[in-house]
Structures are given as structure tokens and as C-alpha cells.
């Protein structure tokens, strides 16, 4: 069964830092470009970052560069974003999703999605 | 990074058509076929409906359909069920610092 699985998620203080993780089971995971998408409570989607299938390319939204960091371990299936100086308007939860398709290439859609993990940032 | 645009609520009725339109600009849908349309229920994950333009996802019903021009993407949703009320969101890559943007969402209603 294709499956993402985010976790460590939580409440932390603005100007803190928190790392999330996605990890993949069911499909080949070093053969996909990654995304995080997250969603502000009662807002909508806001794409966050990507990272290429073998993690040589790496994107950021604007409102995030240079604050979050995105990565990947093949071998451990898992896909990473390290969040630092973090902001109230950071609060959201966090997707992790998976390019539809094996491409070399940034093209569009992602087909399957975690169920999400809440990052609060509150003082 | 403004959003793409789309209009906050559309409603139709058992078995009619409805269009949800994504109006970007000539940097994002004008200038890329990379646009592709998300379903998503409150407190769920987004559903991929449509990737590249024109590829439905596997397992989509083909009562969605899509299009564009210029820089306006649309997607129409036939024979309108009940199992389509959720919220509707285009996406597109773009081209300057930030690769994605999303739009702004369009509540669909079956009355």
C-alpha cells in the first residue's frame, strides 16, 4: 500500500526551530520528486517546498526560504523539513506528497499525501 | 507570491455541469502546461483530480474535464453528484523564485 506518514509535529515558540518528517512506504521512493505543502487553519493550500528524486535540487516558497530546509535520506525512505526561526503565521499543518510521476524534471500534480502533522507556533 | 484566482463558491444541482475557473498570469498558467486541480473534504488530505493540464489521475472519473486559455485553466465538473461537494484547488508551476502556487480555492455545493 502506497502510504506517507508525517510526523513530529507540535507547539513551538516563534524564533524556534522543529524538524518534520515524512516517511514512505509502498513505492520507490528514491525515484519520485518530493513536495510539502501545508495549510493554515481555515486557510488554503500554500505550496512550501520540493526536492528532486536523488535531493541535488531543491525549491523554496519565498514566505520560507531561507528559514526551512528540505531534504531526504533514500535509504530511509523518509523526507525531512527542518523549520527554523519559526513564525506565528508559520502555524499550519504540515503535507508531505509525492510527485504522480518518475520524472528528471519539476512538472505538476502529486498523487498521494500524508495525513498531515500540526505545527503551532505560539508563545 | 500571490495566489492564483479562483471564485470562492460555485453551486449547481444533481446532474447538471459546473465550471470552476484558475486564473493565473503569463508567468504561471500562461507560460507552463503544468497545472494540475486537487478535491478536498475538511480536516483530509487534498485528492489529486488532474495533473499536466489534462491527465486525469488514475481512478478520476471522466465527468471531470479541464482546460485552458491563456491564462485561465478551468475545470468542469458533469453529471454533478453529491459525493463532489468539497473544496476545489488549482495549482500551477510558476516562474520566478517560487516554483508552485496554489489558488484560492473554490467551495463547490450540490444544492
Known amino acids: 500500500q502506497v502510504q506517507l506518514m508525517e510526523s513530529g509535529g507540535g507547539v513551538v515558540q516563534p524564533g524556534k526551530s522543529l524538524t518534520v518528517s515524512c516517511e514512505a512506504s509502498?513505492?520507490?521512493?528514491?525515484?519520485?520528486?518530493m513536495h510539502w505543502v501545508r495549510q493554515a487553519p481555515g486557510k488554503g493550500l500554500e505550496w512550501v517546498a520540493i526536492i528532486s528524486f536523488d535531493g541535488s535540487n531543491k525549491k523554496y516558497a519565498d514566505s520560507v526560504k531561507g528559514r526551512f530546509t528540505i531534504s531526504r535520506d533514500n535509504a530511509k525512505n523518509t523526507l525531512y523539513l527542518q523549520m527554523s526561526s519559526l513564525r506565528v503565521d508559520d502555524t499550519a499543518v504540515y503535507y508531505c506528497a509525492k510527485d504522480v510521476a518518475r520524472r528528471y524534471y519539476y512538472g505538476s500534480g502529486t498523487d498521494v499525501w500524508g495525513q498531515g502533522t500540526t505545527v503551532t507556533v505560539s508563545s | 507570491q500571490s495566489a492564483l484566482t479562483q471564485p470562492a463558491s460555485v453551486s449547481g444541482s444533481p446532474g447538471q455541469s459546473i465550471t470552476i475557473s484558475c486564473t493565473g498570469t503569463s508567468s504561471d498558467v500562461g507560460a507552463y502546461n503544468y497545472v494540475s486541480w486537487y478535491k478536498q473534504h475538511p480536516g483530509k488530505a487534498p485528492k489529486l483530480i488532474i495533473y499536466d493540464v489534462v491527465n486525469r489521475a488514475s481512478g478520476v472519473s471522466d465527468r471531470f474535464s479541464v482546460s485552458k486559455s491563456g491564462n485561465t485553466a478551468s475545470l468542469t465538473i458533469s453529471g454533478l453528484q453529491a459525493e463532489d461537494e468539497a473544496d476545489y484547488y488549482c495549482n500551477s508551476k510558476r516562474g520566478n523564485t517560487t516554483l508552485y502556487v496554489f489558488g484560492t480555492g473554490t467551495k463547490v455545493t450540490v444544492l
Open positions: 509502498g513505492f520507490s521512493f528514491s525515484s519520485y520528486n
